[in-house]
């Protein structure tokens, strides 16, 4: 990997930033304690760019991801998707930034038991202007023949990659996973990334994946990492590998 010093980088150059971030900074105030989850960061992330973001726990790499999804607001800073300001918008256009054009993935599937897989897609589908059919999201995270089983059911790697089938069945322009394998062992972790992988390179929807795990960063177009809220290093990969090429 080669080392770039620009926020975008050499895989950037002629690419249209998605997301433009300058000075960005996070604090949460507990009392009369103040965190610094963020200290001015400079970021931006090229359209259908696949970025992992690495580092350890408290490094500010969910606050990151939180305020480029429009879950949080930044202290200072901006933070720009688009033209949509992210840092001066109110609650109501965060809602509508979020429903339109953010896919979220997180840790836990959150899936709701007594749906099926293709019924937990589908609450997604009702809300979105042009949405894939759960079966033809289903389908892309190779999940075509489990459409009518129940969350307990299936495996943990299949409850992940039904919550990826949910996530992008309203055809966002942004894909945000947020430790997407912490709760998987290598296998099924494995699967999850080429799902992941897949929604990218078929779909050409930007992806940015938050992990503690060095190895997964070997499948990014960029790697960020992250250290006291800062971004410390941006590196290349002048060659991706597949997930089944990673170990951990």
Known sequence: ?????????????????????????????????????????????????????????????STLLNILGGLDTPTGGSARWRDHELSAASEAELTRYRREHVGFVFQFYNLIPSLTARENVALVTEMASEPMKPEQA???????????????????????????????????????CDEPTGALDYATGVMVLEAIAKINAELGTTAAVITHNAPIAKMADRVMRMADGRIAEVTVNAHKVSPREISW
């Open 1 to 61: 990997m080669n080392t770039e010093r620009t926020t975008r980088g050499a895989w950037g150059k002629g690419r249209e930033p998605v997301f433009v971030a300058r000075g960005l900074t996070k604090v949460y105030r507990m009392g009369e304690v103040e965190v610094h989850a963020l200290r001015g960061v400079d970021l931006d992330i090229c359209a259908s760019e696949f970025v992992v973001l690495l580092g350890p726990s408290g490094s500010g790499k």
């Open 138 to 176: 289903l389908a892309l995270v190779d999940l075509g023949d489990r459409l009518d089983h129940y969350p307990s059911q299936l495996s943990g790697g299949e409850q992940q990659r039904v919550a990826i089938a949910r996530a992008i069945a309203k055809r966002p322009d942004v894909l945000l």
